[in-house]
């Protein structure tokens, strides 16, 4: 029996029309994003029968090498939303800079920056993958776009979500006034929205974190697992239950439906290297995710959505979640940093 939840469209005009701060041409666009989501989810569902699995045999901006689906979602993104009138321009995980956007009209009033296939080394297994989005507002004006204007802060997103390709397909989204989640109905090709206003339980006994990594963290997050791991007879008095699917939408998910923390810390395998995990278009769109349905975001040291980039491709440490865990973390962090100084 079909759930009889609003579809994605109704829900944006409704949003919209109650005057709730969303503006029309934004509603727009998350529109067009989720008609590519939709594409995507498609092909991703038809896998080997679409020949769109295995490696493209290139490598992106990062050296990473590419899936033949990073290529084709990266293309679906460009391709689709190079037409789109709301956009000023875009930047992706998989371009070296930015992609301005003039298809004949005025400059659009945002930017978009996205994760076209994260998770992709899930691909070839059949385990979730996701595509991450961030919508910051356009310079207005003239002149020439650069990569300069898409360097704001997290907290400077006027939306924010991701859409995961998982047994459903789901698009979750921000724009400021807490996260609602959307199921994607293959019967009508619709999304539907199934679960509103989500909230992340404030407490959790449920960790994410590649423990692989586990000798090259620093001080304060060798602590906090070690702390996790000694469970109810440790300092914490409570046991631990631990997760790592390898695909962060996945891991977001998890953390969104049923509270939890999620970390990729630093570590010191290539010092220079200051975290895995991008800020533009990972750790800040997850990051207001997080923050707007009631948990926090850090790098350990500073708020997330405070870290003000200084290219496209950096990197950052993330620790995300139930906001008293990413509080002990924090803490630990801190605690770690006075004793240095002193
Ligand atoms: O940055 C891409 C990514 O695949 C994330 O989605 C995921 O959280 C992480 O990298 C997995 O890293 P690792 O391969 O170290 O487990």
């Known amino acids: 029996m079909r759930n009889q939840g609003k579809f994605l469209a109704q829900f944006l005009n409704e949003k919209v029309r109650q005057d709730s701060g969303l503006e029309a041409d934004l509603a727009a666009l998350i529109g067009e994003i989720a008609t590519i989501c939709k594409s995507l989810s498609y092909a991703i569902r038809a896998g080997s029968l679409e020949g769109v699995l295995g490696t493209a045999g290139t490598e992106n901006v990062q050296g990473e090498t590419q899936q033949k689906l990073d290529v084709f979602a990266n293309e679906a993104m460009l391709d689709s939303l190079g037409v789109s009138e709301h956009l000023a321009g875009m930047a992706s995980e998989e371009?070296?800079?930015?992609?301005?956007?003039?298809?004949?009209?005025?400059r659009g009033r945002y930017l978009l920056i996205f994760d076209p296939l994260d998770?992709?080394?899930?691909?070839?297994?059949?385990?979730?993958?996701?595509?991450?989005?961030?919508v910051l507002p356009a310079p207005s004006g003239g002149g020439e776009l650069t990569a300069q204007h898409f360097l704001q802060p997290g907290r400077e997103q006027v939306c924010a979500g991701y859409a995961l390709y998982g047994p459903s397909t789901m698009l979750v989204l921000t724009t400021g006034s807490g996260v609602d989640a959307f199921t994607l109905?293959?019967?009508v090709g619709e999304f539907?929205?199934?679960?509103?206003?989500?909230?992340?339980?404030?407490?959790?006994?449920?960790f994410a974190v590649n423990m692989s990594n586990q000798r090259f963290w620093e001080p304060p997050m060798q602590r906090y697992i070690k702390e996790c791991l000694e469970g109810s007879t440790g300092p914490r008095g409570k046991d631990f239950n631990m997760r790592w699917v390898a695909s962060m939408v996945a891991e977001v998910h998890r953390v969104l439906s049923r509270g939890g923390i999620f970390m990729y810390p630093y570590d010191s395998r290539e010092p220079g290297r200051p975290g895995r995990l991008r800020l533009?278009?990972?750790?800040?769109?997850m990051a207001m995710l997080v923050e707007q349905a009631g948990g926090s975001a850090s790098t350990g040291y500073k708020r997330m959505l405070d870290v003000q980039p200084d290219d496209l491709h950096q990197r950052v440490p993330v620790i995300l979640g139930?906001?008293?865990?990413v509080a002990q973390v924090i803490s630990y962090h801190t605690q770690a940093a006075a004793e240095a100084a002193n």
């Open 185 to 187: 109905d293959p019967r």
């Open 280 to 285: 533009m278009y990972e750790a800040s769109p």
């Open 119 to 134: 998770g992709s080394s899930n691909i070839d297994v059949n385990v979730s993958v996701g595509t991450i989005f961030s």
């Open 95 to 106: 371009l070296t800079d930015i992609h301005p956007v003039s298809a004949g009209h005025s």
């Open 322 to 325: 139930s906001r008293n865990e």
């Open 192 to 206: 539907v929205l199934t679960h509103p206003q989500r909230q992340i339980p404030a407490d959790t006994r449920e």
